[in-house]
T-cell receptor, first 112, second 111 residues
Framework: DSGVTQTPKHLITATGQRVTLRCSPR?????VYWYQQSLDQGLQFLIQ???????AKGNILERFSAQQFPDLHSELNLSSLELGDSALYFC???????????FGPGTRLTVL | KNEVEQSPQNLTAQEGEFITINCSYS?????LHWLQQHPGGGIVSLFM???GKKKHGRLIATINIQEKHSSLHITASHPRDSAVYIC?????????????FGKGTKLSVKP
């Protein structure tokens, strides 16, 4: 158990819908990272927050957005969902930007 | 060409064998991570290293910064080591901590 929690574990929805994925980092960790793992693209970095502020952006679509709240939990919002958005979404946390990252169990999103 | 290349893509070994997985990268890095992903999907961080060598139990990770290459070794392999092993680098640019991932090496250890 990494200490990082993600909810929900599984999510099945339809094209065009909007979903919110939630992540709670390990106690004391200020950085939260979001990653997408699809069959064809592998693991890709989406976005990083540090202590409530956006720190880095990767291959995140404009239809996706994220935020980190004062209690340090983070949410990833995915809207206007397409079939290609079906993937495993991982959240990871770390003390800072240069520390080891601890991964949550992931949310498996299926868009039908 | 991918910034992080792993070899082999797939590896089958007999229980007890010594295993080596290789990772080469083409960007400047501040650290390299080895991750393990089990069939259930969960990802575990095995090592984070920026120089030299680290050992944890039967796992050894080495990195050669000049050659931009890292290896993960498993001694006395066991069926429970069967998983996908992923190399990821943290680019040395800026202060961000985001990772660039290799495509993974799928290891299967037969009893």
């Amino acid at each position: 158990d990494s200490g990082v929690t993600q909810t929900p574990k599984h999510l099945i929805t339809a094209t065009g819908q909007r979903v919110t994925l939630r992540c709670s980092p390990r106690s004391g960790d200020l950085s939260v990272y979001w990653y997408q793992q699809s069959l064809d693209q592998g693991l890709q970095f989406l976005i990083q927050y540090y202590n409530g502020e956006e720190r880095a952006k990767g291959n995140i679509l404009e239809r996706f957005s994220a935020q980190q709240f004062p209690d340090l939990h983070s949410e990833l919002n995915l809207s206007s969902l397409e079939l290609g958005d079906s993937a495993l979404y991982f959240c990871a946390s770390g003390r800072g930007s240069y520390n080891e990252q601890f991964f949550g169990p992931g949310t498996r999103l299926t868009v039908l | 060409k991918n910034e992080v290349e792993q070899s082999p893509q797939n590896l089958t070994a007999q229980e007890g064998e010594f295993i080596t997985i290789n990772c080469s990268y083409s960007v400047g890095i501040s650290a390299l991570h080895w991750l393990q992903q089990h069939p259930g999907g969960g990802i575990v961080s095995l090592f984070m290293l920026s120089s030299g060598k680290k050992k944890h139990g039967r796992l050894i990770a080495t990195i050669n910064i000049q050659e931009k290459h890292s290896s993960l070794h498993i001694t006395a392999s066991h069926p429970r080591d069967s998983a996908v092993y992923i190399c990821a680098v943290r680019s040395g640019r800026g202060s961000q901590g985001n990772l660039i991932f290799g495509k993974g090496t799928k290891l299967s250890v037969k009893p």
